[in-house]
């Protein structure tokens, strides 16, 4: 069960669906989590209704929305500069803080991949954000990018791709560019990605991308908890990613890898993985007071 919801950022309008727990008394507050979806996706994408259900079985408030300029948000269509989704996260924040059900002291992100970095940053830059769970996720857009095209054929052509892109920005105008050529994805695995997901972008969402550096930021997470997940081969977002944002990180934090699992580690066949996060959350941000029983 849930309830579709529009909340303001920066102007915008982003709609969303909160759910609330089947257990939540009247007058309760119960801790929440913002979920986070991925690069040009939605609020119904797989994982992000996955990672759902999960967080509201335990507990939890949840909310999902769709990212300025995506699903049935105002804004430019595909246009998801991180700042952007940083700020659209914090606002997400602003505004679980007013639902009467919610503890507003007690609110965490969860995101992946392209969530997941927006995730990490928003934790870094607002102390409202109680803990975080970045799941596939990356610390520096620059070397990430590189990482992904890799090679020197690869990198020369995403150079020349850039080039073209500030060319055109120069004379106001803004390129378009597919999907797969800002982040390569392999094709057996094209399956992954949600219905209504963007297949291109305007140029600046590259821009955007390669100054993006949640690594700058994950050290001030701290005191909070911070749990990081990722694949331990993963052919689309480098697992070296995470593992720089681990070491980037002060404590608490964690850093799992997976085996036999490619990139879209949140899935209903990744049951090791959900039972970790299930776990973590109830050693670091759990969903009841303790001593308290649940049915």
């Known amino acids: ?23 939540l008394a009247e007058g309760e507050q119960r801790p929440a989590i913002a979920v986070l979806h991925g690069f040009g996706s939605n609020q119904n994408d797989g994982m992000v209704q996955l990672a759902t259900r999960l ?44 639902v009467p059900g919610v503890d507003p002291g007690k609110i965490a992100v969860m995101g992946h991949s392209f969530g997941a970095a927006v995730a ?32 020197a054929l690869a990198w020369q052509r995403f150079e ?13 105008q803004s390129m378009r560019v597919s ?22 972008f305007p140029f600046e969402v590259v821009e955007s991308m390669l100054r993006f550096r949640p690594n700058a930021v994950v050290g001030d997470i701290a005191p909070r908890p911070l749990l990081l997940l990722h694949p331990a081969d993963d052919s689309v977002t480098p697992t070296e990613q995470s593992i720089e944002l681990f070491r980037n990180a002060r404590m608490p ?8 699992i490619d990139h879209f580690i ?14 973590w959350l109830y050693k670091f941000f759990p969903a009841y007071e303790a001593g308290t029983e649940v049915a």
């Open 1 to 23: 069960m849930h309830t579709n919801v529009t909340f303001i950022s920066d102007g915008l309008r982003l709609a969303g669906a909160l759910h609330l727990p089947v257990d």
């Open 179 to 200: 999907r797969f050529d800002i982040v390569p994805i392999p094709p057996e695995l094209r399956d992954n990605l949600p219905e209504g997901s963007f297949m291109d």
């Open 160 to 172: 020349a791709m850039v080039e073209e892109g500030r060319a055109a920005l120069a004379k106001g």
């Open 55 to 98: 967080f509201s079985s335990l507990g939890y408030v949840v909310l999902r929305f769709d990212m300025r300029g995506c699903g049935d948000s105002e804004g430019e269509r595909g246009k998801v500069l991180c700042e952007d989704q940083v700020s659209d996260t914090r606002n997400a924040v602003s505004f679980l803080q007013s």
């Open 120 to 151: 990490v940053y928003a934790a870094g830059v607002d102390a409202r954000v109680g803990a975080c769970i970045s799941s596939a996720g990356w610390g520096d857009g620059e070397l990430k990018l590189r990482q992904q095209h890799a090679g």
């Open 266 to 279: 949140f899935s209903d066949d990744s049951r090791a993985a959900l039972n970790l996060v299930t776990d």
């Open 253 to 260: 934090a964690e850093l799992h890898l997976f085996s036999e």
